[in-house]
Protein backbone atom coordinates (compact mmCIF):
# COMPACT_ATOMS: atom_id res chain seq x y z
CA UNK A 1 0.00 0.00 0.00
CA UNK A 2 1.49 3.73 -0.69
CA UNK A 3 1.84 5.87 1.84
CA UNK A 4 2.67 10.05 1.74
CA UNK A 5 4.06 11.11 4.99
CA UNK A 6 4.52 14.88 5.16
CA UNK A 7 6.23 17.37 7.73
CA UNK A 8 6.79 20.73 8.02
CA UNK A 9 6.56 23.64 10.55
CA UNK A 10 2.91 24.43 11.25
CA UNK A 11 3.05 28.64 12.37
CA UNK A 12 5.23 30.85 10.44
CA UNK A 13 5.63 34.80 10.26
CA UNK A 14 4.94 36.77 7.63
CA UNK A 15 8.11 36.97 4.91
CA UNK A 16 9.32 33.87 5.78
CA UNK A 17 10.04 30.80 3.99
CA UNK A 18 7.90 27.98 4.20
CA UNK A 19 9.10 24.58 3.97
CA UNK A 20 7.29 21.03 3.64
CA UNK A 21 8.79 17.49 2.65
CA UNK A 22 6.68 14.29 1.74
CA UNK A 23 8.26 10.89 1.78
CA UNK A 24 6.45 7.91 -0.08
CA UNK A 25 6.44 4.68 1.29
CA UNK A 26 5.62 2.00 -1.47
CA UNK A 27 5.38 1.74 -5.33
CA UNK A 28 7.60 2.89 -7.66
CA UNK A 29 9.00 6.57 -7.45
CA UNK A 30 9.81 6.57 -10.49
CA UNK A 31 6.54 6.13 -12.48
CA UNK A 32 4.78 8.72 -10.95
CA UNK A 33 4.91 12.66 -10.76
CA UNK A 34 4.68 14.16 -7.43
CA UNK A 35 2.66 17.59 -6.58
CA UNK A 36 1.51 19.89 -3.77
CA UNK A 37 -1.77 21.15 -3.75
CA UNK A 38 -3.08 23.71 -0.76
CA UNK A 39 -6.63 24.57 0.58
CA UNK A 40 -7.31 27.61 2.19
CA UNK A 41 -9.75 27.48 5.04
CA UNK A 42 -13.25 27.02 3.90
CA UNK A 43 -11.71 27.37 -0.12
CA UNK A 44 -11.50 24.87 -2.79
CA UNK A 45 -8.36 22.87 -4.08
CA UNK A 46 -5.36 24.74 -5.26
CA UNK A 47 -2.24 22.97 -7.43
CA UNK A 48 0.71 24.44 -6.47
CA UNK A 49 3.57 22.30 -8.64
CA UNK A 50 4.89 18.94 -9.51
CA UNK A 51 7.70 17.22 -10.19
CA UNK A 52 9.15 13.84 -11.68
CA UNK A 53 11.53 11.76 -10.27
CA UNK A 54 14.17 13.78 -12.90
CA UNK A 55 13.76 16.73 -11.66
CA UNK A 56 11.64 18.36 -14.03
CA UNK A 57 8.97 20.90 -12.53
CA UNK A 58 5.70 22.59 -13.14
CA UNK A 59 4.42 25.62 -10.79
CA UNK A 60 1.07 27.22 -11.00
CA UNK A 61 1.72 30.35 -12.71
CA UNK A 62 -0.08 32.65 -9.55
CA UNK A 63 3.05 31.03 -7.28
CA UNK A 64 5.83 30.46 -9.83
CA UNK A 65 7.99 33.31 -8.24
CA UNK A 66 7.92 32.05 -5.03
CA UNK A 67 7.94 28.32 -5.17
CA UNK A 68 10.34 25.63 -5.47
CA UNK A 69 9.92 22.27 -5.99
CA UNK A 70 12.73 19.55 -5.32
CA UNK A 71 13.18 15.64 -5.14
CA UNK A 72 15.90 12.82 -2.95
CA UNK A 73 15.18 9.74 -5.17
CA UNK A 74 17.68 8.05 -2.87
CA UNK A 75 14.99 9.16 -0.10
CA UNK A 76 12.15 8.80 -2.19
CA UNK A 77 10.90 12.29 -0.98
CA UNK A 78 10.06 15.75 -2.28
CA UNK A 79 9.53 19.13 -0.92
CA UNK A 80 8.20 22.41 -1.06
CA UNK A 81 9.36 25.54 -0.56
CA UNK A 82 7.57 28.76 -0.43
CA UNK A 83 9.27 32.36 0.09
CA UNK A 84 7.81 35.39 0.87
CA UNK A 85 4.85 33.97 3.14
CA UNK A 86 1.71 36.21 3.92
CA UNK A 87 -1.48 35.25 5.46
CA UNK A 88 -2.93 34.59 2.29
CA UNK A 89 -0.56 31.68 2.48
CA UNK A 90 -2.39 30.26 5.16
CA UNK A 91 -3.72 26.49 4.14
CA UNK A 92 -3.41 23.09 4.50
CA UNK A 93 -0.86 21.98 2.51
CA UNK A 94 -1.35 18.36 0.72
CA UNK A 95 1.20 16.02 -1.05
CA UNK A 96 -0.16 13.59 -3.62
CA UNK A 97 1.29 11.29 -6.18
CA UNK A 98 0.08 12.20 -10.01
CA UNK A 99 -0.89 9.50 -12.47
CA UNK A 100 1.31 10.27 -15.25
CA UNK A 101 -0.88 9.28 -18.49
CA UNK A 102 -4.15 11.12 -17.10
CA UNK A 103 -4.18 14.46 -14.73
CA UNK A 104 -5.09 12.42 -11.37
CA UNK A 105 -3.97 12.22 -7.85
CA UNK A 106 -4.40 9.08 -6.38
CA UNK A 107 -2.81 8.77 -2.73
CA UNK A 108 -2.90 11.73 -1.05
CA UNK A 109 -1.06 12.53 2.47
CA UNK A 110 -2.61 13.80 5.10
CA UNK A 111 -1.98 17.31 4.67
CA UNK A 112 -0.25 19.80 7.59
CA UNK A 113 -2.10 23.18 8.57
CA UNK A 114 0.17 25.63 8.05
CA UNK A 115 -0.65 29.80 9.64
CA UNK A 116 1.11 32.54 8.87
CA UNK A 117 0.75 35.21 11.57
CA UNK A 118 2.86 37.60 13.07
CA UNK B 1 -8.49 28.14 -20.89
CA UNK B 2 -7.64 28.64 -17.19
CA UNK B 3 -10.71 27.65 -15.59
CA UNK B 4 -13.33 24.53 -14.77
CA UNK B 5 -16.93 25.81 -13.16
CA UNK B 6 -18.71 23.43 -10.96
CA UNK B 7 -22.36 24.25 -8.93
CA UNK B 8 -21.73 25.29 -5.49
CA UNK B 9 -23.70 23.03 -4.00
CA UNK B 10 -26.29 20.05 -5.41
CA UNK B 11 -29.03 17.81 -3.30
CA UNK B 12 -30.19 14.47 -3.27
CA UNK B 13 -32.60 12.64 -2.26
CA UNK B 14 -31.37 9.27 -0.58
CA UNK B 15 -31.23 6.48 -2.94
CA UNK B 16 -31.80 8.77 -5.88
CA UNK B 17 -29.26 9.50 -8.93
CA UNK B 18 -27.27 12.71 -9.32
CA UNK B 19 -25.06 14.07 -11.37
CA UNK B 20 -22.39 16.81 -10.64
CA UNK B 21 -20.96 18.40 -13.39
CA UNK B 22 -17.63 20.42 -14.45
CA UNK B 23 -17.64 22.73 -17.30
CA UNK B 24 -14.00 24.45 -19.08
CA UNK B 25 -12.97 24.77 -22.37
CA UNK B 26 -9.61 22.02 -21.62
CA UNK B 27 -12.38 19.23 -20.87
CA UNK B 28 -12.87 19.07 -25.23
CA UNK B 29 -9.74 17.47 -25.03
CA UNK B 30 -8.83 15.85 -21.89
CA UNK B 31 -10.45 13.74 -19.42
CA UNK B 32 -11.78 15.15 -15.70
CA UNK B 33 -10.54 13.72 -12.95
CA UNK B 34 -13.06 13.64 -9.40
CA UNK B 35 -12.40 13.62 -5.84
CA UNK B 36 -14.63 13.38 -3.07
CA UNK B 37 -13.79 15.46 0.11
CA UNK B 38 -14.97 14.59 4.07
CA UNK B 39 -14.74 17.23 6.43
CA UNK B 40 -11.09 17.71 7.90
CA UNK B 41 -10.14 14.76 6.01
CA UNK B 42 -7.48 14.97 2.71
CA UNK B 43 -9.45 14.20 -1.04
CA UNK B 44 -9.98 10.64 -2.67
CA UNK B 45 -9.82 10.12 -6.06
CA UNK B 46 -12.91 8.51 -7.36
CA UNK B 47 -13.44 8.79 -10.92
CA UNK B 48 -9.93 9.40 -13.33
CA UNK B 49 -9.78 8.90 -17.21
CA UNK B 50 -12.63 7.71 -19.09
CA UNK B 51 -14.75 6.43 -16.30
CA UNK B 52 -11.84 4.29 -14.30
CA UNK B 53 -12.47 3.88 -10.25
CA UNK B 54 -9.64 3.26 -8.28
CA UNK B 55 -9.73 -0.11 -6.13
CA UNK B 56 -12.22 0.36 -2.98
CA UNK B 57 -14.54 2.74 -4.98
CA UNK B 58 -18.00 2.22 -4.95
CA UNK B 59 -19.39 1.50 -8.43
CA UNK B 60 -22.45 3.92 -8.09
CA UNK B 61 -19.68 6.08 -8.91
CA UNK B 62 -18.95 6.87 -12.31
CA UNK B 63 -17.83 9.23 -15.18
CA UNK B 64 -19.06 10.90 -18.25
CA UNK B 65 -17.96 13.67 -20.27
CA UNK B 66 -19.76 15.63 -23.62
CA UNK B 67 -17.80 18.39 -25.26
CA UNK B 68 -16.78 20.93 -22.40
CA UNK B 69 -18.75 19.09 -19.81
CA UNK B 70 -17.62 16.16 -17.72
CA UNK B 71 -20.14 14.89 -15.05
CA UNK B 72 -19.94 12.91 -11.71
CA UNK B 73 -23.06 10.61 -11.57
CA UNK B 74 -23.41 9.02 -8.18
CA UNK B 75 -26.29 6.17 -8.90
CA UNK B 76 -28.57 5.24 -5.67
CA UNK B 77 -26.70 7.92 -3.59
CA UNK B 78 -26.16 7.26 0.03
CA UNK B 79 -25.69 9.18 3.16
CA UNK B 80 -21.96 8.58 3.41
CA UNK B 81 -21.55 10.38 -0.09
CA UNK B 82 -22.31 13.61 1.45
CA UNK B 83 -19.29 15.68 0.77
CA UNK B 84 -17.05 18.03 -1.23
CA UNK B 85 -16.55 17.21 -5.25
CA UNK B 86 -13.79 18.41 -6.98
CA UNK B 87 -13.00 18.05 -10.94
CA UNK B 88 -9.62 18.80 -11.93
CA UNK B 89 -7.72 18.48 -15.24
CA UNK B 90 -5.03 20.17 -17.25
CA UNK B 91 -4.98 22.97 -18.72
CA UNK B 92 -4.79 23.89 -23.02
CA UNK B 93 -2.02 26.22 -22.84
CA UNK B 94 0.63 23.19 -23.14
CA UNK B 95 2.77 24.08 -19.82
CA UNK B 96 1.48 21.13 -18.60
CA UNK B 97 -0.36 22.87 -15.89
CA UNK B 98 -3.31 21.40 -13.39
CA UNK B 99 -6.46 23.05 -12.76
CA UNK B 100 -9.14 22.74 -10.34
CA UNK B 101 -12.85 23.27 -9.79
CA UNK B 102 -14.08 25.00 -7.22
CA UNK B 103 -15.74 22.06 -5.38
CA UNK B 104 -19.91 20.88 -5.52
CA UNK B 105 -21.21 20.59 -1.76
CA UNK B 106 -23.45 17.23 -2.20
CA UNK B 107 -26.28 16.97 0.04
CA UNK B 108 -28.28 13.72 0.38
CA UNK B 109 -31.95 14.56 2.15
Known sequence: QVQLQQWGAGLLKPSE??????????????DYSWTWIRQSPGKGLEWIGKINH???????????????????????????NLTSVTAADTAVYYCARGLTVVIAFDFWGHGTLVTVSS | SSELTQDPAVSVALGQTVRISCQGDSLRNFYASWYQQKPGQAPVLVIYGKN???????????????????????????AEDEADYYCNSRDTSGNHLVLFGGGTKLTVL
Open chain 2, 52 to 78: NRPSGIPDRFSGSSSGNTASLTVTGAQ
Open chain 1, 54 to 80: SGSSNYNPSLKSRVTISVDTSKNQFSL
Open chain 1, 17 to 30: TLSLTCAVFGGSFS
